[in-house]
């Protein structure tokens, strides 16, 4: 899956490009506070179960809401009568499935929207057992139609056509684990194959999960989408099946749809005209057998969408028919794409086709069911003038994604969530991969530091991380670790890897990973098994050392480490010494704790210049410290290590080497410094300040050299990290000199961008051009405000305004939000106007967040009430947006805040199970506290709502311990950084 780009987000103003979102944590305080409350939570949680679990089955299209999984959610602790047994959510292993013949019919229109299923699943069972247990989530089973029949013995001579009926003694829910039971009147017996056929009716929910419903609107009409999103425990909305990734099965699907609509699955289908009693505008499309593939990847789409294939036909786009020539880019390079993981695989793609899927209404960003992909919109389509390059980059990078995938998750699966980030993680890297093959100009490899590595260091910089690879249980815990650590970090020490074994040997160990695997499932240690005997057959690891020992020491723990370098300048050596990096050292409890990595250890020198080398030439092998006794470097030279920021871990040096190292920044010749290792040092020197384990002075001074940086990878890095300064100091005295001082940094690459759209800019050029302009208009500055303005201005006076935007799409984003800024009424009412007439999803995004940048409260706070109505014009996937880009105003951000606490019932029952989306919107309405007050009124919010919380306690939590580092973080350094700025700028 790809997440949506709420939570990938571009909410903070200075990030428009590319920014993604950061923040939040979780303190020891705040943890036993809402330890206490948890326990309370529970003892309310196990009575409501009790009282509602006799009726909260089979509710048939009733209203979801948070009740569902929300109250029992997130922590697999619950049990009926015992809060403190964990409760086993897993299957029984007893039987299992074979193969799936499943029909469905659903009612695509209002006051319908159900569906009618059959399901056949042919089974074996492992030991002698009396029950069949499934999953199956709100569905009206019709028990008095459940059989289970046992197969013929085929031993030749005995001819019986009949299957025997197997008698049933009663069915019965296990609501919490969401389990249907067949309780069988005999024994079923080990080494028999059994066929279990269930009837079924089902509920097309408007929750973006399961089998749901989408709509879209032509002219004053609505047409209806019947579409699914599994990942990861939602087939069991649709189909009563054995929905755990490990059991794979074969699966044939047939679908009833409308004759004016279509449908597609998996596979390919072919038409069955034969009338379907009771149903004469109906008609099945059967679809063939399925290779073995895991539930969560079962996919089909009944809708009226247009669609156009590749030229050998194998990859085919679906979407709106107004949108479909939007579809011309990712139809160009999917099929590319595919060709080239066939390559970097050696593995062919397995099924005979490939589509793609454009939806209007789509939770994560897009989902990899395997040769069906589904996207959100602007996941997909870009439309050359209207689009821009970050919308062009957005569709390479997620279609390259889902692609990955079709390998790496679908070919072979991890045989249980715990191992969801090494699915993503891998997808996560090779995107770039991918990406790169069909874009070199873009350098995404480059990119990946700031994009992927810096960014995920931010989080993971948290005491409330967490590791990559997690035990989890109940779905609320899975949905919970699809977060940008399990993806970023994942992909980080992926990547990591990719670089100390080489790139053949990864490849090669991987290769042999998959065709071992296929069609099964696979935990990590079978990676690194893999790998291993790859990386000793080719002589790259020593034969003592495993990868699976280098890598449990990155994906089993939390965090990552500092590596701090002191020089002894009179011999020539350097002492090394590895810590965990905390942005916020807990003073609440001292931890003996003391984490431990196997760190590959690259560097380079002032006299060696070799930024290329990324073999490590040392390891620190879980050890706390290590001496390099010749750096071959004279007292006079800087040394830089981590080199092209391969490694997943920050550097620290000692004051002198920091001195050299500014030094060398500040001459002509600084682009001796690779580029990667530029913006390394930048995101380094400021984390490490605000951490405070360097001088602020020292870190303020390596930004310096910015004033004559031209190159995208260093600014975004110094636009991410001094976007913290902004968001803290903007509300203290003394903004004045920081805005004073940014301004002089940009002055000479606003010269040198200038706020044109040039056709034809490399990719990094336009993206640093946007990274600029959207600082320097929201610092005031007046050339970029004018320009702005005046650009707006002309769009409004337009003759025919929605064909005819004269703004060019990549300065879209900084125009909108400052002639909105700046502007009234008028200009507000303007941009609303276009949002709701344009046919762009991406458009219709960049306008979302402009329509936030308003200074007009009372405009502000209608917006945020639209967000959460029904037929307001906003979508339900796009309300965590409105609320980010309200809380990125610094006007709106109290308001936001003051709105969900006022709201959250509403919003609750508005968002139902989605916990995403109330996640999303509690983390972007939090992040810019950083005052007693506000921390104070986050706890009485967390009081206020103790017993619902549960569905977002992870977020709640972060937001207390980022609350409470950002008033320490004011306390501490407010000061010093102001007295640096004064003198700066004096
Ligand atoms: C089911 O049993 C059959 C016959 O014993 C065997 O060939 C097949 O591999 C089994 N399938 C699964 C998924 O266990
Ligand atoms: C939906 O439509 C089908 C087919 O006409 C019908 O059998 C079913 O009862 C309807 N369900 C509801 C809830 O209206
Ligand atoms: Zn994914």
Not at 376 to 387: C, N
């Amino acid at each position: 899956m790809t997440q949506s780009r709420e939570v990938l987000a571009m909410m903070d103003a200075h990030t428009t490009t590319f920014g993604r979102k950061r923040g939040c944590t979780i303190s020891r305080c705040g943890a036993f506070l809402l330890g206490t409350l948890f326990l309370l939570s529970l003892v309310i949680t196990a009575l409501l179960v009790y009282h509602f679990a006799p009726c909260a089955d089979g509710a048939l299209g009733r209203q979801h809401d948070a009740s569902d999984s929300g109250l029992f959610a997130g922590r697999g602790f619950l049990g009926a009568n015992s809060v403190s047994t964990k409760l086993d959510v897993r299957l029984p292993r007893s039987v299992v499935p074979v193969f799936y013949r499943l029909e469905l019919t659903p009612f695509i229109w209002e006051g319908n929207f159900t569906f009618n299923g059959e399901v056949k699943i042919v089974v074996n069972v492992t030991e002698d057992t009396r029950n069949i247990t499934l999953h199956a989530v709100d569905m009206k089973i019709d028990e008095a139609a459940t059989t289970v029949q046992m197969h013929p013995p085929d031993n030749n001579g005995t001819i019986r056509n009949r299957m025997e009926d197997v008698g049933i003694d009663k069915q019965t829910n296990d609501t919490l684990r969401q389990f249907h039971v067949i309780h069988t009147a005999g024994m079923l017996k080990a080494g028999k194959q059994y066929t279990v056929y269930i009837k079924y009716v089902g509920y097309l929910n408007d929750y973006l999960q399961g089998f749901y419903r989408s709509s879209y609107t032509v002219g004053n009409q609505t047409r209806w989408i019947a579409t699914t999103q599994f990942q990861p425990t939602d087939a069991r909305r649709a189909f009563p099946c054995f929905d755990e990734p490990a059991l794979k099965a074969e699966f044939e699907i047939h679908i009833a749809r409308p004759k004016n609509m279509t449908s597609i699955s998996n596979m390919n289908g072919t038409v069955d005209t034969t009338p379907i009693v009771g149903l004469p505008s109906y008609e099945w499309d059967r679809y063939e057998r399925s290779v073995p593939m895991s539930t969560y990847l079962v996919a089909f789409v009944v809708s009226d969408f247009a669609t156009q294939r590749s030229d050998d036909g194998k990859v085919g786009v679906w979407v709106r028919s107004e949108a479909l020539d939007q579809a011309d880019y990712s139809l160009k390079i999917a099929p590319q794409i595919l060709k080239y993981f066939e390559n970097y695989f050696a593995i062919d793609f397995p099924l005979p086709k490939m589509d793609m899927v454009a939806l209007p209404d789509f939770s994560a960003g897009a989902m990899e069911n395997w040769g069906l992909i589904t996207y959100r919109e602007t996941a997909m389509l870009y439309q050359e003038g209207v689009s821009t390059n970050s919308n062009k980059q957005r569709v390479a990078t997620v279609v390259a994604h889902e692609l990955a995938h079709q390998w790496f998750g679908n070919l072979v699966t991890p045989s249980w969530w715990t191992d969801l980030w090494l699915n993503e993680g891998f997808a996560s890297y090779v995107e770039y991969i991918g990406m790169n093959a069909v874009e070199p100009s873009w350098k995404v490899l480059e990119q990946f530091v700031v994009h992927e590595l810096q960014n995920v260091f931010a989080l993971d910089a948290l005491a409330s991380s967490h590791p990559i690879s997690v035990e989890v249980g109940h779905p609320d815990e899975i949905s919970e670790i699809f977060d940008r650590i399990s993806y970023g970090k994942g992909a980080s020490i992926i990547r990591m890897m990719d670089h100390f074994i080489t790139t053949n040997v990864f490849k090669r160990g991987l290769s042999n990973y998959l065709r071992e695997r296929a069609y099964q499932s696979a935990e990590q240690n079978d990676l690194w098994d893999a790998l291993t005997k790859q990386a000793h057959k080719d002589g790259v690891l020593d034969k003592s050392i495993t990868i699976n020992e280098i890598m449990d020491t990155w994906t089993l723990q939390t965090g990552f480490p500092v590596v701090t370098v002191n020089r002894d300048y009179n011999r020539g050596s350097a002492t090394l010494t590895q810590e965990r990096f905390l942005l916020q050292t807990s003073t609440t409890e001292v931890s003996d704790d003391k984490p431990l990595w196997w760190i590959p250890i690259t560097y380079t020198s002032q006299n060696v210049l070799n930024f290329n080398e990324t073999i490590p030439s040392r390891w620190m092998q879980a050890e706390p410290t290590i001496t390099l006794s010749n750096l071959n470097t004279a007292a006079n030279e800087w040394v830089i290590f981590n080199v092209q920021e391969t490694g997943y871990y920050r550097v620290n040096y000692d004051e002198q080497n920091w001195r050299l190292i500014i030094q060398e920044l500040n001459k002509a010749s600084f682009k001796s410094i690779s580029t990667i290792n530029r913006a390394q040092l930048l995101d380094d020197a400021l984390n490490l300040a605000r951490a405070g384990r360097l001088d602020y002075a020292t870190a303020l001074d390596v930004t310096s050299y910015l004033a004559h940086e031209t190159e995208y990878l260093p600014w975004k890095a110094a636009f991410t990290a001094m976007g913290y300064l902004d968001r803290m100091l903007v509300k203290t005295e003394g903004y004045d000199r920081f805005r004073i001082f940014a301004l002089k940094l940009l002055d000479n690459i606003y010269k040198q961008t200038g706020f044109k759209d040039i056709h034809g800019d490399p990719q990094l050029t336009v993206f640093t051009r946007i990274d600029v302009l959207s600082w320097a208009c929201s610092l005031g500055h007046k050339d970029c405000v004018q320009n702005a303005v005046t650009q707006f201005h002309n769009w409004q006076i337009t003759p025919n305004p929605d064909n005819n935007n004269p703004i060019s799409p990549n300065l879209k984003s900084v125009v909108y939000c400052t002639a909105i800024r700046v502007g009234g009424q008028a200009e507000w009412d303007f941009a609303w106007e276009r949002y709701q007439k344009t046919n762009v999803g991406s458009e219709k995004d960049l306008l979302l967040h402009a329509l936030g940048c308003t200074r007009e409260t009372w405009i502000l706070s209608r917006y945020l009430n639209w967000a959460v109505t029904e037929n307001s014009g906003i979508r339900k996937q796009d309300a965590g947006r409105v609320f980010g880009s309200v809380a990125n105003n610094v006007i709106g951000q109290p308001l936001a805040f003051n709105y969900l606490r006022n709201q959250w019932k509403r919003i609750k029952t508005y968002f139902g199970t989605s916990l995403l989306t109330i996640n999303n919107i509690i983390k972007s309405t939090t992040k810019k506290m950083n005052t007693a007050y506000e921390l104070k009124a986050l706890y009485e919010f967390e009081t206020e709502h103790s017993a619902e919380l549960a569905i977002a306690r992870r977020a709640v939590q972060q937001t207390i311990e980022q609350t409470e580092a950002n008033i320490k973080w004011l306390d501490r350094n407010h000061e010093t950084i102001l007295n640096w700025l004064k003198r700066a700028t004096a």
